[in-house]
């Protein structure tokens, strides 16, 4: 009997198999038709042509026509695999794992295996990886051990018209790879825009254009520019769902960030339930930002009953393609680093899209049929007040890393790269300043030992240098886990309706006034927890985030070694944390002017001490700190801040600061006859002072 049981018991396993590899065929069956049904199908033997004849080829093609899934499995059929990786980067790391899970479904493997993907801190791909989708910054970092990307015998640029700082610097990169390694072919995607420019910069490279196939959208605009574009927002979206009734068609909305999308999303949710029963009608209501985690990523591609609503960031204006959408609703912004010449760094703003991310959105209702785009401004704000095309990244952001990354490759001279459009030379200075006080170039624009460390990391340059400082002052450990723990968006879950639970529960971790010491307790009590997801519901810890600030420091901690930096714990010696974080940031120090009212040293603009903060209320102020981020909202807040001594600034940056003496030291020296005694001095204080003897002044 017990042999029959465990036949029987085999037979309905293998019964059960064929029955998922049934499904799986037609799944794998329907992918595979969808896939001829692409208009680059049709282009296949041509393209293949014009990249065989050609060492640079430039493609252009409507979004949602198979640019990034297919060309790289064209080339994977047709042998190209064979000496080396097919890469194809991204500007989004969003679009980078999405698009490789779906070009793993459709060749039937695992993600990892034959098709991977790497993007910062995550490497999804092993040594029998062909294709690889990673981002930009991901190839660029590669450079710096493998100058010449001999691994690859492909690099595919996607989405080069987005001209991110990296895009731009792998351009100029690529124009000294190519004639050094003439069996590498490199192709370079683009949805509609300036192509002929790509074409120009890389020898008059030849153009492949893949007909499109669109229909007409109908366009509106709003009679005036609207006050608040989620409230309008929100409104257009649940219009748009019950003009159309029981016909499909789904509905994206454009919105510039993640709080607006998330705000936008609960508003429609909202007065979706406020209809009258008999009236009401279902809707999907899909959020997707690039800090959303990737499971709830991966939903916007699910099929809905009668419709979905997509509420987006310009992740879905050209890098992800979701079909049978016939409704575009455009608020007209984005967020955009920009660097601020008045507080000396980059702050991410909310800014009018160009008129060619307007086009483009508008594009994505055309698709599967004609569509309906609802501008939330005016024609007038079209015509007039939009640009043509967004500012590349590289002439309005702090390049500070990419600096650091060009020297290391033994690119002397930054001014003269090979930039397709060359930031404003006031930025590179800048750069090179601020790399300059930190340490990380000499008086002559050299690396210097502790700049050639700090490249290890991939890390922007405070952060590295915290880890580099961290070895002399013995607290290495301490502050390995505190990067970590600002490597990822936030611990703090703070959801809706339980706002007060979920602060009382996070002032518990209040430590030494200090938020960058706070993260550390954070981490410190859930290692004392063992890693519990329990301990962390308990106290509004997000799960994921822990999980994946502890895998960020296990490869910062295998860095640490390969650059031979040693770490070792300083126990609990706070003052010693908060010097090495006061080291580097010290660009970033602010002085106390009124209560709760700080101003910053050097350029002496107001900033505010976010609510959030451990550092707050009256009793617990201090004179100076040095804060992580600035973030514009209401006001000038700072985010993340640390309270530091007077005396570290001076010390640590003495290039900057000069504490002025104290009023009885120069009254002795007066009385001794040794100084004017007409200047009466100020009292002691901390004063920016501009930096004496370099080479960029
Ligand atoms: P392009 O790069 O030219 O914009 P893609 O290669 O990204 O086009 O997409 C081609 C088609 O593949 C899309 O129209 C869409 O139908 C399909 N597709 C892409 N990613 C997914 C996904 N994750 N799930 C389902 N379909 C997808
Ligand atoms: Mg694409």
Redesign the pocket.
């Known amino acids: 009997e017990a042999d029959w049981r465990k036949k029987s018991q085999f037979g309905s396993l293998i019964k059960s198999t064929a029955r998922t590899d049934m499904s799986a065929d037609a799944s794998f069956a329907r992918i595979q038709d ?1 896939r001829k049904s ?1 208009p ?1 199908f049709n282009e296949r033997d041509a393209l293949l042509r014009i990249i065989n004849d050609n060492q640079v080829t430039i493609i252009v ?10 060309i790289t499995q064209y080339l994977l059929e047709t042998g190209h695999g064979q000496f080396g990786i097919i890469g194809c980067t991204q500007p989004r790391r969003v679009a980078a794992v ?2 490789a ?2 070009v793993a ?1 459709e060749r039937r493997c695992e993600l990892g295996s034959e098709v991977g993907y790497a993007i910062r801190f995550e490497d999804q791909t092993s040594k029998d990886t062909k294709i690889k989708y990673m981002t930009e910054g991901v190839l660029l970092r590669e450079t710096l051990t493998d100058s010449l990307l001999n691994k690859y015998s492909v690099i595919m640029m ?1 989405e080069a018209h987005e001209r991110s700082v990296n895009t731009d610097v792998l351009f100029g990169l690529m124009r000294r790879i190519l004639p050094k390694r003439r069996d590498l072919k490199f192709i370079v ?1 683009s ?1 509609t825009m300036n192509a002929d420019r790509f074409s120009q910069f890389f020898g008059n490279a030849p153009i492949y254009t ?1 007909p499109g196939r669109t229909f007409p959208v109908d366009i509106f605009h709003t009679k005036q520019n609207v006050p608040d574009y989620v409230a309008a927002a929100s409104l257009e979206a649940v219009r748009i769902h019950y003009n159309a009734g029981e016909e499909n068609g789904d509905i994206l909305v454009f919105l510039p960030g993640q709080e607006d999308i998330i705000c936008c999303c609960d508003d429609i949710r909202k007065k979706l339930e406020q209809q009258p029963q008999e009236k009401k009608r279902d809707m999907l209501i899909l959020p997707i930002y690039s800090l959303l985690p990737s499971e709830q990523q ?1 939903r916007i ?1 699910d099929p809905a009953p009668l419709r979905k609503c997509i509420v987006a960031t310009n992740i879905a204006e ?6 049978g959408i016939k409704y575009v609703v455009d608020a007209g912004f984005c967020k955009l680093k920009v660097y601020n010449p008045r507080i000396g760094m980059d702050t991410l703003q909310v800014t009018p899209i160009s008129k060619a991310n307007a086009l483009q959105r508008s594009g994505r209702a055309g ?1 599967t049929g004609p569509g309906q785009c609802f501008r939330l401004y005016t024609e007038h704000t079209f015509e007039c007040d939009l640009l043509e095309n967004t500012v590349p990244e590289v002439q309005r952001t702090n390049l500070g890393h990419i600096v650091l990354l060009l020297k290391s490759l033994g690119i002397s001279d930054i001014l003269s790269f090979d930039f397709m459009d060359p930031p404003p030379s006031d930025n590179i200075i800048n750069s090179l300043h601020q790399l300059w006080m930190m340490q990380a170039l000499d008086n002559d624009g050299n690396l210097t030992k502790l700049g050639r460390k700090m490249v290890e990391f991939p890390l922007d340059p405070p952060l590295s240098k915290m880890i580099c400082f961290s070895e002399e002052l013995g607290c290495g450990s301490e502050i390995v886990t505190i990067v970590s723990m600002l490597s990822v968006p936030t611990v703090f879950y703070r959801p809706k309706d339980k706002e007060e639970e979920a602060d009382t529960a996070r002032e518990k971790f209040f430590t030494d006034k200090s938020d960058h010491l706070t993260l550390l307790t954070v981490y410190e009590e859930w290692m004392k927890h063992r890693c519990s997801r329990d301990w962390c519901n308990k106290n509004y810890i997000h799960f994921k985030a822990m999980e994946r600030v502890k895998d960020i420091r296990s490869q910062l901690v295998e860095i640490c070694q390969q650059a031979k930096v040693r770490l070792k714990s300083c126990h609990e010696d706070y003052p010693l944390i908060r010097k090495c974080i006061c080291a580097s940031y010290f660009v970033q120090a602010a002085r106390m002017k009124g209560f709760n009212e700080y101003i910053n040293i050097r350029t002496g603009v107001p900033c505010f001490v976010h609510p959030t903060s451990a550092l707050n209320g009256l009793e617990s102020m201090s004179d100076y700190l040095v804060y992580h981020e600035l973030v514009l909202t209401s006001k000038e807040f700072m985010q993340c801040v640390t309270p530091v001594d007077g005396a570290w600034l001076a010390e640590l940056g003495p290039m900057f600061f000069g504490i002025k003496e104290s009023y009885d030291v120069r009254k002795k020296r007066r009385l001794e006859g040794k100084e004017d005694p007409t200047e009466l001095p100020p009292p002691r204080s901390l004063e920016g002072t501009e930096p004496v003897g370099n080479m960029w002044s």
Not at 61 to 70: D, F, H, P, R
């Open positions: 969808q692409l680059i093609g409507e979004t949602g026509s198979g640019k990034t899934t297919q999405s698009v899970r779906r479904d996607d995607t949805a893949i991966a591609f050209t890098s992800l393609t979701v079909d698709r």
